[in-house]
């Protein structure tokens, strides 16, 4: 049917689901599954003032033994900031100058409806096909990321379930939906080092000692480092301060400690306990008193081309004519906690440019082309 992805695009966006609130959208979703022959497995975790919404959804194919592709994402936005700098409203889905306007339009709700509508129109084709199809839906990908797709992978794998290719609609295009797949991403570590002095008179610091000199040397040395090269795959590793904090406001007193919080986006050249160790060296080096505490957001994964690399390849080539750049840039997506337990892991969704910022958009020109594409997909694994 002509425009069913934006319809159904339309009516998620109409739902705040701000992070961790579902707003209905995964009950929806799933409602639309079920007459499809899905299993819907509702799996909701965290505390009752940050419940988050999961989606398990499963249609199993008559055949025995056939292989499983899973289309993945979230329901949650991001706040909408400042309404007044908004054009129209942000939960309002609104068509202006051939765009569709609304918090969710690209990150991530049109790539949800395209899953759906891509595999109804599959479905409605091929209801015998030779592959299980699955859903796994999460409202907690924009918040912390606790109890959200990490705890379904988790509840997958402990009961043996077997996945072999993985679609996130997370919204990875440039210019226009399909000319960029992200086969992989960088991994994240980051850092809290509180650094110690003693805290004195501006006046006499012959009796005080001043954390921010003591760590200034070290701080410029860890700068300069060149943790690794990265590969064909990944750019190299890099690390970054993103804040600093010191002080007690007051312009006379040397501070007692300083706080510096960092992170490092690393390739698959490093590994966590590589670079704390190196960072750690550079610390006791410069006899620095200080406490380190490590939070591993993530490790790096990658899925080189193979089945499923291939299958969007050529899904993106028939539907649009383009050559997809295969890349591992930006951030972190939720395809890091589905890596482990399944192998072909890629992103494919909109362009990208307008994600969580004030008139969050998608091109209508690039809503249609998206379902084609997802629903190709499912017809070159089928035929594999």
């Excluded at 610091?205 to 410029?220: D, G, T, V």
Aim: aromatic share 6%; net charge negative; proline share 8%.
């Amino acid at each position: 049917m002509p425009y069913a992805t934006r319809r159904l695009a339309e009516v998620l966006i109409a739902r705040a689901s701000v992070t961790p609130q579902d707003a209905g959208c995964i009950d929806l979703i799933a409602a639309r599954l079920a007459p499809l022959g899905f299993v819907n497995e509702i799996i909701d975790s965290g505390p009752p003032e940050f419940r988050v919404r999961n989606l398990w959804a499963k249609r199993p194919a008559a055949k025995e033994g056939a292989r499983t592709l899973v289309f993945a994402g979230h329901t949650d936005v991001v706040p909408a900031g400042p309404l007044e700098q908004w054009s129209s409203d942000p939960f309002t889905p609104t068509e202006r100058d051939g765009k569709l306007y609304g918090r969710g339009a690209s990150d991530m709700k049109t790539s949800i409806a395209a899953f759906v509508v891509a595999v109804e129109q599959f479905l409605a084709a091929q209801p015998d096909a030779p592959l299980n199809i699955a859903f796994l839906l999460t409202s907690d990908e924009e918040g912390p990321a606790l109890d959200g797709t990490v705890v379904v992978c988790n509840a997958l794998k402990a009961r043996g379930e077997r996945l072999d290719w993985c679609i996130v609609g997370e919204p990875t295009a440039v210019k226009q939906t399909g000319d960029m797949i992200k086969n992989g991403r960088r991994g994240t570590l980051s850092g809290k080092l509180t650094v110690k002095g003693i805290q004195g008179h501006i006046a006499y610091p012959q009796l005080a000692r001043n954390p921010i000199h003591e760590l200034a040397p070290a701080l410029a040395e860890l700068v300069g480092i060149e943790w690794d090269r990265g590969n064909d795959f990944f750019q190299p590793t890099s690390w970054q301060v993103s804040n600093l904090h010191a002080g007690t406001g007051a312009g006379n007193i040397i501070p007692g400690q300083v706080v510096v919080d960092f992170n490092f986006r690393f390739c698959t050249e490093s590994t966590p306990e590589s670079l704390q160790a190196r960072l750690q060296a550079v610390l006791t080096k410069h006899a620095l008193d200080y406490e380190l505490k490590w939070t591993l957001g993530g490790l790096p994964f990658l899925t080189p081309p193979g089945s499923l690399v291939d299958a969007v390849r050529a899904a993106i080539r028939a539907e649009t004519g383009l050559e997809p750049e295969l890349s591992t840039t930006g951030g972190t997506s939720d395809g890091r906690f589905i890596a482990p337990i399944c192998p072909q892991v890629v992103e494919l969704g909109p362009p990208n440019a307008s994600i969580h910022k004030i008139d969050e958009h998608i091109v209508l020109a690039d809503i249609e082309p998206l379902t084609a594409i997802y629903r190709r997909v499912l017809e070159n694994l089928a035929a594999a």
